[in-house]
């Protein structure tokens, strides 16, 4: 969990206000969603890294709610798509379109063309449609009919889904799992938080209407420039580098795993601990960082041998061990 935002570098001016604001949004999203600080702060760390996040859990654990209420509480262009068996790949992107009129094809875009995509159920449609977001994720364009258009800035793809063991799924493939920069799972909530949850409900919350439960803007495009800005200046030592490469090698070397972290998983792991120690008011990153996020930042990067899987192991247990096992930095 994110301990509060406070600027113990003494820091000032824009990363301060830029600061105060992140923190101000997730305290707007804890307004609709009860219990679930972790997943918020994997969301604003993905935001400062420009990232995008995989949301996991069984249905009816607030992933959609949390993600439309990240987006209220932003001043940023945001849209929808419920992935079902039968979309199709130009249903996200766009497509060209005959005009009669003028007797020419024009361009609709498609709901990628945003700031913020909620890609809800992912894993419920086909690969070739859930491919048709690589291009968009990696390279933040779309190219139809041989014509790459960029996608508006900032721009971050949400996606939820439920375990691959429920019936009606279809397992992302490894090349877009590796897109996303965290892979986030929502447990089911503590007995008080379900308390609360149904507390709020008889009191007449609507998870329809954000804006009767009063989540308001308190964040945009601005803010999330200026603290790109600060996170880019937090330093980084050698002995940390090195340390996020020892721990990405053994995933490599793990007798656990058939597939380690590859060299994008590194970099991705750095990326976040930086924006972590960011967040939490330093200006250098230390060991503790990269732990805190080195679960979220590889768990959906490593495979596990079926044997090891047979046997209860899970890529979270196998994680952790090497984290208890590789040499810390002084």
Same mark, same amino acid.
């Given at each position: 969990?994110?301990?509060?935002? +406070?600027?113990?570098?003494?820091? +000032?001016?824009?990363? $301060?206000? @830029?600061?105060?604001?992140?923190?101000?949004?997730?305290?707007? #999203?804890?307004? @609709?969603?009860?219990?679930?600080?972790?997943?918020?702060?994997?969301?604003?760390?993905?935001?400062?890294?420009?990232?995008?996040?995989?949301?996991?859990?069984? /249905?009816?654990?607030?992933?959609?709610?949390?993600?439309?209420?990240?987006?209220?509480?932003?001043?940023?262009?945001?849209?929808?798509?419920?992935?079902?068996?039968?979309?199709?790949?130009?249903? #996200?992107?766009?497509?060209?379109?005959?005009?009669?009129?003028?007797?020419?094809? $024009?361009? *609709?875009?498609?709901?990628?063309?945003?700031?913020?995509?909620?890609?809800?159920?992912?894993?419920?449609? /086909?690969? =070739? %449609? *859930?491919?048709?977001?690589?291009?968009?994720?990696?390279?933040?364009?779309? %190219?139809?009919?041989?014509?790459?258009?960029?996608? /508006?800035? /900032?721009?971050?793809?949400?996606?939820?889904?439920? !375990?691959?063991?429920?019936?009606?799924?279809?397992?992302? !493939?490894?090349?877009?799992?590796?897109?996303?920069?965290? =892979?986030?799972?929502?447990?089911?909530?503590?007995? *008080?938080?379900?308390?609360?949850?149904?507390?709020?409900?008889?009191?007449?919350?609507?998870?329809?209407?954000?804006?009767?439960?009063?989540?308001?803007?308190?964040?945009?495009?601005?803010?999330?420039?200026?603290?790109?800005?600060?996170?880019?200046?937090?330093?980084?030592?050698?002995?940390?580098?090195?340390?996020?490469?020892?721990?990405?090698?053994?995933?490599?070397? $793990?007798?656990?795993?058939?597939?380690?972290?590859?060299?994008?998983?590194?970099?991705?792991?750095? @990326? +976040?601990?930086?924006?972590?120690?960011?967040?939490?008011?330093?200006?250098?990153? #230390?060991?503790?960082?990269?732990?805190?996020? @080195?679960?979220? +930042?590889?768990?959906?990067?490593?495979?596990?041998?079926?044997?090891?899987?047979?046997?209860?192991?899970?890529?979270?247990?196998?994680?952790?061990?090497?984290?208890?096992?590789?040499?810390?930095?002084?």
């Amino acid at each position: 969990m994110m301990a509060p935002i +406070t600027d113990n570098a003494g820091n +000032t001016g824009d990363a $301060s206000t @830029a600061r105060a604001s992140l923190e101000a949004l997730r305290a707007e #999203i804890a307004k @609709a969603v009860v219990g679930q600080d972790p997943a918020v702060t994997g969301l604003v760390v993905a935001l400062l890294c420009r990232g995008h996040v995989l949301l996991e859990g069984v /249905p009816g654990v607030a992933k959609t709610l949390l993600v439309r209420a990240l987006a209220s509480a932003l001043e940023l262009d945001t849209k929808r798509v419920q992935f079902t068996p039968d979309l199709m790949p130009s249903d #996200i992107t766009g497509s060209l379109v005959y005009d009669a009129r003028t007797a020419e094809f $024009s361009f *609709q875009p498609g709901p990628v063309f945003t700031n913020l995509l909620l890609a809800d159920e992912i894993n419920r449609t /086909p690969p =070739k %449609t *859930q491919s048709s977001l690589l291009e968009a994720m990696e390279e933040r364009q779309v %190219t139809v009919d041989g014509t790459p258009r960029p996608l /508006p800035e /900032p721009f971050l793809v949400a996606a939820t889904q439920n !375990p691959v063991e429920y019936e009606g799924t279809y397992p992302l !493939p490894e090349a877009q799992l590796d897109r996303f920069l965290l =892979k986030l799972t929502i447990p089911l909530p503590s007995r *008080q938080d379900e308390i609360d949850v149904l507390t709020r409900h008889a009191d007449g919350f609507n998870p329809r209407d954000l804006r009767a439960a009063g989540v308001r803007p308190v964040a945009g495009p601005a803010d999330l420039e200026a603290a790109r800005a600060a996170v880019a200046k937090t330093t980084v030592s050698p002995e940390i580098t090195a340390y996020v490469v020892d721990i990405c090698r053994a995933t490599r070397e $793990s007798p656990s795993l058939t597939l380690g972290a590859s060299p994008r998983g590194a970099t991705a792991l750095l @990326a +976040t601990a930086r924006a972590w120690a960011w967040l939490t008011g330093r200006d250098y990153v #230390i060991p503790d960082d990269v732990k805190a996020l @080195a679960l979220p +930042t590889l768990r959906h990067r490593v495979q596990l041998r079926p044997e090891a899987e047979m046997e209860g192991v899970t890529t979270d247990s196998v994680v952790n061990a090497i984290l208890s096992h590789v040499p810390v930095p002084r």
